[in-house]
Each structure stands twice: as C-alpha cells, then as structure tokens.
C-alpha cells in the first residue's frame, strides 16, 4: 500500500472507517498510543516526513478506508 495522499477529505473518510466499526479516530489513537494531534496533522499533511507517512499509512489500514 503505498502512502495516501493527505487532506481534510482523508481525515473525513477516516472518521467514517472508524464509525462503521463502531469506535473512532480518537479512541484508537488513545488505545495505540499516538497523540490525536499527530494524527490529525498526519492525515491533513502537516506532519509529513517520514514518521508522519507511516502514522498516516497505519492510521489508513486501521479504518479500511480505500485512499489510494
């Protein structure tokens, strides 16, 4: 998979990946870990050097969205 590309939208579709399964962007980040902040900064591109284009990637599987 390669790394999505970001933006507001990425951050919309993944919040809905998340409601489907029944949790959200918030809980998981909580139960893996990652500060919220950071994966919202990964997800919109603020945060996209390396470590942000891994948590984006993660983040993207976590909630079975198709980004690509």
């Given amino acids: 998979m390669t790394t999505p590309a970001p933006s507001l939208d990425l951050v919309r579709q993944v919040r809905a990946g998340f409601t489907l399964q029944g949790t959200s962007l918030k809980r998981w980040c909580r139960e893996n870990g990652i500060r919220f902040n950071n994966a919202r900064d990964a997800l919109i591109g603020s945060w996209n050097g390396p470590k942000g ?8 599987r976590a909630a079975k969205v198709d980004a690509a």
Avoid: L, Q
């Fill in 53 to 60: 284009k891994a948590v984006r990637t993660r983040i993207v």
